[in-house]
Each structure stands twice: as structure tokens, then as C-alpha cells.
């Protein structure tokens, strides 16, 4: 079955340390996205990338990094500059490369990142 | 203003009741609308999109006001598989680049 599956589910990492987050999909989608999902708040968009080998900063990208080298893969990396990194993570990805009115997004179960 | 506007709730219900959430926009220019269903702990998944003459999936009814710059979401029959948070998503295009802007959710509970 197509999907998107993200990696570690459960992560605990040490303040000053950088983690990497892994999304995969073969859903041959060209767009791929991490938001955030704090507590009491929207999702927010970390960054997008619509293409291979292109990305975008989203409204929160301050802290963190991502590459898009392979179509399949979208990995996200947290680092120590993140000041809040504690969150639910989520990739995602859709079938069109702009927000269209299409645009559906299909999501990963999610990383929940905890920073001790 | 907030770009999209939820009542977090909960709204609790029993079984059988039928039930709305509303979500505001603030954005006049946005062209799409839709309604993920998220599960605690889990992933939203798309419940359905908001077409502008209104639309229905079973039990469930979408509508748009685009006067009032709302959208709204009916349950009708409630199942206690329907206790999640309903998140309102907003496609708002112009300027720059388009962007979604998700609410922080409604959250219902449907008791026996």
C-alpha cells in the first residue's frame, strides 16, 4: 500500500544535540511539507519542498533543516539552534507541487520529538 | 484576528445526536476549504473538502458562507467512532504563494 512513513516515532534527545527525522513516501507525489503540532495550536509549516533538490523555509523554519535529493525522501533535521524543539512532527505530502485548491495533503503517523 | 478560528470545545454528545462546529476565516481572497479529522495522538486525515454549494458525505454535511467567511461541519447520528478533533484547513491563495493555514481544532466526544 502507497503511504508516508516517518521515523522514529518516539524520540528523546539531549539539549544541544541535532536529530534527524526521516519521512519516506511511494506515493510518487511531487510536494512534500513538515509541519509542527504544538498543544492548543495549528498545525505550523516548518518547510516545503515542491521539487527535487528545492525547498522552502515555511512560517517556522528558524532551527531547522531539510534536503529533498531523492523524490521518496524528505528528512528533517532538528538542531541545537531550535530553541523549543519539544513537538509533534509531521510530514506530509501532496500529488500537486503548488497549494492549489486540489491540493490534498496525505499525512505520516508522525514523530513525537521530547527534548530532556 | 487569527487566520482560522475553531471553538477547541469539547462538545460532548451523546450517541444519536447531531452536531455542528463552525470555523472563521479572516482571509476574503481564500479559494478552498476543508475538514481533517484527527485522532488523539495520530495524524489528520482528510474528511472531506468544502465546495462552495455545500456538500454531503453520509452523515456528514460541509457548507460554506463566503459572506460570512465561515465554513461549517454537521454530524448527524453521532457514533462514539466519531469522538476526534476536527481541524479546519484554509487554502488561502494570493500575494507571493498560496498557503494552508490549519485551525487548532474542535474536539468532540460522543458518549453513550
Known amino acids: 500500500d502507497g503511504g508516508i512513513t516517518q521515523s522514529p516515532k518516539y524520540l528523546f534527545r539531549k539539549e544541544g544535540q541535532n536529530v534527524t527525522l526521516s519521512c519516506e513516501q511511494n506515493l510518487n507525489h511531487d510536494a512534500m511539507y513538515w509541519y509542527r503540532q504544538d498543544p492548543g495550536q495549528g498545525l505550523r509549516l516548518i518547510y516545503y519542498s515542491q521539487i527535487v533538490n528545492d525547498f522552502q523555509k515555511g512560517d517556522i523554519a528558524e532551527g531547522y533543516s531539510v534536503s529533498r535529493e531523492k523524490k521518496e525522501s524528505f528528512p528533517l533535521t532538528v538542531t541545537s539552534a531550535q530553541k523549543n524543539p519539544t513537538a509533534f512532527y509531521l510530514c506530509?505530502?501532496?500529488?500537486?507541487?503548488?497549494?492549489?485548491?486540489?491540493?490534498?495533503?496525505?499525512f505520516g503517523a508522525g514523530s513525537r520529538l521530547t527534548v530532556l | 484576528r487569527k487566520e482560522v478560528e475553531q471553538d477547541p470545545g469539547p462538545f460532548n454528545v451523546p450517541e444519536g445526536a447531531t452536531v455542528a462546529f463552525n470555523c472563521t476565516y479572516s482571509?476574503?481572497?481564500?479559494?478552498?476549504f476543508f475538514w481533517y479529522r484527527q485522532d488523539c495522538r495520530k495524524e489528520p486525515k482528510l474528511l472531506m473538502s468544502?465546495?462552495?454549494s455545500g456538500n454531503e458525505d453520509g452523515r456528514f454535511t460541509a457548507q460554506l458562507n463566503r459572506a460570512s467567511q465561515y465554513i461549517s461541519l454537521l454530524i448527524r447520528d453521532s457514533k462514539l467512532s466519531d469522538s476526534a478533533t476536527y481541524l479546519c484547513?484554509?487554502?488561502?491563495?494570493?500575494?507571493?504563494?498560496?498557503?494552508?493555514?490549519f485551525g487548532t481544532g474542535t474536539r468532540l466526544q460522543v458518549t453513550l
Open positions: 506530509a505530502s501532496s500529488i500537486e507541487r503548488a497549494f492549489s485548491g486540489a491540493n490534498v495533503l496525505t
Open positions: 484547513v484554509v487554502n488561502s491563495e494570493g500575494g507571493t504563494a498560496s498557503k494552508l493555514t
Open positions: 482571509n476574503s481572497a481564500s479559494q478552498s
Open positions: 468544502v465546495y462552495s
